[in-house]
């Protein structure tokens, strides 16, 4: 399965952006789905996690009350809104698919397909 991000790009802080995900190849519907993150010198960070009928739906500390994951498997989409974006944003965002319920959703390992990551930066 190869993913394809888009939708990042410069906004001011305070602003909005979606990001978008969508595999080639495959349906999503298999997949547990996930957003991370990774800024320059840092690790790559967990930011939200969807289950595969989207009941489930977990965050990163930073981002909860801002940040909403959602997931279209009719059309094979999922979504990441992101408001009221702080300069401490900034990141290269990569979505991932897993496979398998074994795992922490948290963890960048436990998934198993990558998208290539689409770079948001947040001015002050």
């Known amino acids: 399965v190869q993913l394809q991000a888009s939708g990042g790009g410069l906004v001011q802080a305070g602003g909005s952006l979606r990001l978008s995900c969508a595999p080639s190849?495959?349906?999503?519907?298999?997949?547990?789905l996930g957003w991370f993150r990774q800024a320059p010198g840092k690790e790559r960070d967990f930011v939200a996690y969807?289950?595969?009928?989207?009941?489930?739906?977990y965050y990163a500390d930073s981002v909860k009350g801002r940040f909403t994951i959602s997931r279209d498997n009719a059309e094979n989409t999922m979504f990441l809104q992101m408001n009221s974006l702080k300069p401490e944003d900034t990141a290269v965002y990569y979505c991932?698919?897993?496979?398998?319920?074994?795992?922490?959703?948290?963890?960048?390992?436990?998934?198993?397909?990558w998208g290539q990551g689409t770079l948001v930066t947040v001015s002050s």
């Open positions: 991932a698919a897993a496979i398998s319920d074994y795992g922490s959703y948290d963890k960048a390992p436990s998934h198993d397909y």
């Open positions: 190849g495959r349906t999503f519907v298999s997949y547990r």
């Open positions: 969807i289950s595969r009928r989207g009941g489930l739906r």
